[in-house]
């Protein structure tokens, strides 16, 4: 019996951390800064055979195309993979900004972006190269947390996070629930001395 009180606890508390967790997430990514900063850089989802961004990556896009129109940063780093049978996530992402006004020069474009992580390591090196300090991460609101934690890793001094336009979907529950399991993952992941 007592096994079970202590199962019961076990759970009652892991589901209750999960769900403050959650509620952080969420209120993190969901607050947006709206100051300027020296970069964004938009993170990489599916793209088509026909070389067109998903709706997802497209309010991506059209968030960080707000922050280059209001002028809160003058650079926009596109960074993703590439799926079999379409064309690389970051030249799709670097031709719909450049047809919406963004000028070539200020779109860098890092197709080594597979993942997360590796959108960070890019990032805070580019930064370093360049003198620049402070970034603006753009996705869901989901994935913000996780992301703002990986460039602080890699030693960016100063992550700030702008969220795509909402648009709830089916797969919602589960972005987040991943995200709870990412952020941990990410939390104790070893990262490259960045000094």
């Known amino acids: 019996m007592a096994y079970r009180t202590w199962l019961r606890r076990g759970a009652l508390t892991l589901g209750l951390w999960a769900g403050l967790h959650l509620i952080a ?8 800064r709206g100051a300027p900063a020296d970069l964004a850089v938009v993170l ?6 026909a070389g067109e961004p998903s709706r997802r990556l497209q309010l991506r ?3 960080a195309l707000a922050l280059h129109r209001a002028g809160l940063v003058p650079q926009i780093v596109v ?10 996530e970051p030249e799709v992402m670097k031709r719909y900004l450049v047809e919406h006004g963004v000028p070539a020069a200020a ?11 590796e959108t960070a390591r890019f990032v805070a090196a580019h930064m370093r190269a360049h003198g620049l300090r402070s970034v603006v991460a753009v ?9 703002k934690l990986a460039l602080r890793r890699f030693g960016v001094e100063q992550v700030y996070g702008a ?3 909402l648009e709830l979907e089916l797969r919602e529950p589960w972005s987040l629930l991943r995200e709870l399991a990412g952020y941990y993952r990410y939390l104790v992941r070893r990262y490259p001395d960045a000094s």
């Not at 997430?25 to 947006?32: E, H, L, M, Q």
């Not at 990489?44 to 055979?49: I, K, R, T």
């Open 107 to 117: 779109v860098i474009e890092d197709r080594g972006g597979i993942n997360t992580y």
């Open 139 to 147: 996705s869901q609101y989901y994935h913000l947390t996780r992301t």
């Open 25 to 32: 997430v969420s209120t993190d990514g969901c607050t947006d």
């Open 163 to 165: 969220h795509a336009p």
């Open 61 to 63: 896009l059209d968030a």
């Open 79 to 88: 960074s993703g993979g590439q799926d079999p049978g379409s064309p690389p």
């Open 44 to 49: 990489g989802n599916h793209v088509s055979a």
